[in-house]
């Protein structure tokens, strides 16, 4: 009988899908403690909660896994109502943003399923597991597990947090498992260089408290590191066995500390494997200097991302990012001069936007050397600082943060002051007034590669106007 099956839900909120490396650490570490484990991504495999039966035995396995970020959970109710039909004994087990963030409400709504995994995933399911290979487990032996949540007699417990301190111990994710051949050019950020592009992840954890982030719910505030080694072993692997020419460092914090960053550089100009990659999820500035830049620049990074957010002091300080725009005006231009693009993250609807701190923001934003900017709209996801806030002072409430409202492409929360017309225009502003100079549309026009990267590109341009 096979052990575990994990299954990453349709969503509707993206244009492109890319491997959830999360699963693949799990079917990894799962693989290695000896149980077995196969991997459905239903985005890239089309199919819907409907057709999961006719697609997979669901009822063969002795626990189901699903990755849940809190837009997806419509989506995985839809699921999980599909598999108690089809297998009521079966167990099954909820991962991911969602219910680490807020796990009471999260087993609520979800009421099917019969665990969370409330943190990191790869020790709970293992022991999970090695539990359900002696029948039902005991509330008292559930007890014993980490990162879980599991009901008692109606009530729901939550059990204590652990976090895996040598990553190395899981490794790289099971990318046979994750079968990179099925996301074609799909990639964050929609741009590359060179393809096949695949995603990588050296470390967790993040010990910075900005008000609007909620990974701390699930790695916790300690970065801990894989090896370079671990890192340039996978790279390895993906170039010679699925012709990788390019990869993407996902982290929140790939630069933190800076010592760790760079050797992970300068050991990859050893191996000289003529790779690009990029940084797309966000680089911290004040940890970068000339001296790490250079060293990830000769070893083949062309491009980052970094967290600007806002052009106003205010809202800088709110959010507790502990940067100031001078800083983010000097090392922006560090890394221009090291001749690695630059794509700023901003953000439109603070709970302290005005009309004022939007102009300021603008304006700010208009000054630096980017190429890109990736551009979104606030939204109080849960369990995060500023969130919670606004609970507690009663400018939202928990039917606020539903999972039907939490949507990246919608404005879910409105400042007071402003309206959600002025906010969408705001929006629209920053967007063609960044986008509509010469000098980015000629870049960006440079960046397209395929004529289905164009049409990847132009679905992209076209959200925006939403």
Same mark, same amino acid.
């Given at each position: ?109 979800? $009421? ?19 539990? +359900? ?13 980490? $990162? ?89 692997? +993906? ?22 960053? +760079? ?19 966000? #680089? ?40 100031? #725009? ?54 109080? #996801? ?85």
């Amino acid at each position: 009988m096979p052990d575990l099956l994990l299954i990453k839900p349709q969503s509707s909120y993206n244009l492109q899908y890319t491997p959830p490396l999360g699963l693949g650490f799990i079917a990894s570490y799962v693989k290695k403690s000896g149980f077995t484990v196969q991997i459905i991504d239903c985005n890239v495999r089309g199919i819907s909660a409907l057709k999961l039966p006719a697609n997979i035995k669901v009822q063969d396995y002795k626990l189901i896994g699903f990755q849940a970020f809190d837009m997806d959970l419509e989506s995985v109710k839809n699921y999980l109502q599909v598999l108690r039909r089809e297998c009521a004994g079966t167990r099954i087990i909820i991962g991911g943003p969602a219910p680490s963030s807020n796990p009471e409400s999260v087993f609520s709504f979800l $009421n099917e399923a019969d665990y969370l995994a409330v943190g990191e995933g790869e020790t709970t399911t293992v022991k999970l597991l090695e539990l +359900l290979r002696l029948g039902v487990p005991e509330s008292a032996a559930l007890a014993q597990l980490p $990162n879980l949540a599991y009901r008692q007699d109606g009530r729901i417990f939550i059990t204590g947090h652990e976090y895996m301190e040598e990553l190395d111990k899981i490794g790289a994710p099971d990318w046979d498992e994750l079968n990179p051949g099925l996301y074609g050019n799909a990639v964050h950020g929609f741009f590359y260089r060179r393809l096949p592009v695949l995603p990588v992840m050296v470390s967790r954890g993040c010990p910075f408290r900005c008000s609007f982030c909620g990974s701390r719910n699930i790695t916790g505030y300690k970065v801990r590191r894989r090896s370079p080694e671990s890192v340039i072993e996978e790279l390895e692997y +993906l170039k010679n066995k699925y012709g990788l020419k390019e990869f993407q460092v996902i982290d929140d914090n790939f630069t933190f500390p800076n010592a760790e960053a +760079l050797k992970f550089a300068e050991e990859l100009i050893k191996r000289r494997l003529d790779l690009l990659w990029t940084c797309p999820n966000g #680089l911290r500035l004040d940890t970068l200097d000339a001296r790490l830049l250079s060293a990830m620049k000769k070893s083949g990074c062309y491009e980052v991302a970094v967290g600007i957010e806002s052009g106003d002091p205010g809202i800088l300080k709110d959010i507790g990012k502990g940067i100031k #725009l001078e800083t983010i005006r000097d090392k922006i231009k560090l890394i221009y001069e090291q001749g690695i693009d630059i794509i700023g993250f901003v953000m439109v609807g603070y709970p302290l936007e005005t009309l004022e701190t939007l102009r300021r923001s603008l304006r700010f934003i208009l000054s630096l050397p980017l190429i890109r900017i990736s551009l979104t709209r606030f939204v109080p #996801l849960p369990g995060t600082p500023v969130t919670d806030r606004l609970i507690a002072s009663g400018e939202i409430s928990l039917g606020d943060i539903s999972s039907d409202k939490l949507q990246y492409g919608s404005f879910s929360y409105i400042p007071r002051g402003l309206t959600e017309k002025q906010l969408r225009r705001w929006y629209r502003l920053f967007f063609l007034r960044f986008l509509l100079r010469p000098r980015i549309i000629w870049h960006n026009l440079k960046s397209i590669r395929t004529f289905s990267h164009a049409k990847i590109v132009l679905q992209k341009i076209i959200s925006f106007f939403k």
